[in-house]
Nanobody, 121 residues
Framework: QVQLVESGGGLVQAGGSLRLSCAASGLTLSNYFMGWFRQPPGKEREFGARNSRSGGTTYYADFVKGRFTVSRDNAKNTVDLQMNSLKPEDTAVYYC??????????????WGQGTQVTVSS
């Protein structure tokens, strides 16, 4: 059974940092690209970043603005999201997802349960 588990969320003051981790089981992470998404309160889920299978290339959404960094450790089957200079508008449930590139685009086949990040003013 494929399972993705996020951890590392919590409450942090504006300007602070958090590091989220996503641990995969039931699949070999190096065979998948990894996406990070977030869903703020009362809003729809939005795409944050996508990391290549080797971890060498990452595409970031505009809202990251150079503050977030995705890294992976394929030997440990984990992918991390380092979040710096956090703002209250970053408050959301953060999800990791695994997928593949198909002819019609990226398909995120597996999702974690999410971890809550709350940024106070």
């Amino acid at each position: 059974q494929v399972q993705l588990v996020e951890s590392g969320g919590g409450l942090v003051q504006a300007g602070g940092s958090l590091r989220l981790s996503c641990a995969a089981s039931g699949l070999t992470l190096s065979n998948y690209f990894m996406g990070w998404f977030r869903q703020p309160p009362g809003k729809e889920r939005e795409f944050g970043a996508r990391n290549s299978r080797s971890g060498g290339t990452t595409y970031y959404a505009d809202f990251v603005k150079g503050r977030f960094t995705v890294s992976r450790d394929n030997a440990k089957n984990t992918v991390d999201l380092q979040m710096n200079s956090l703002k209250p508008e970053d408050t959301a449930v953060y999800y990791c997802a695994a997928g593949v590139l198909r002819l019609n685009g990226y398909q995120y086949d597996y999702w974690g349960q999410g971890t809550q990040v709350t940024v106070s003013s």
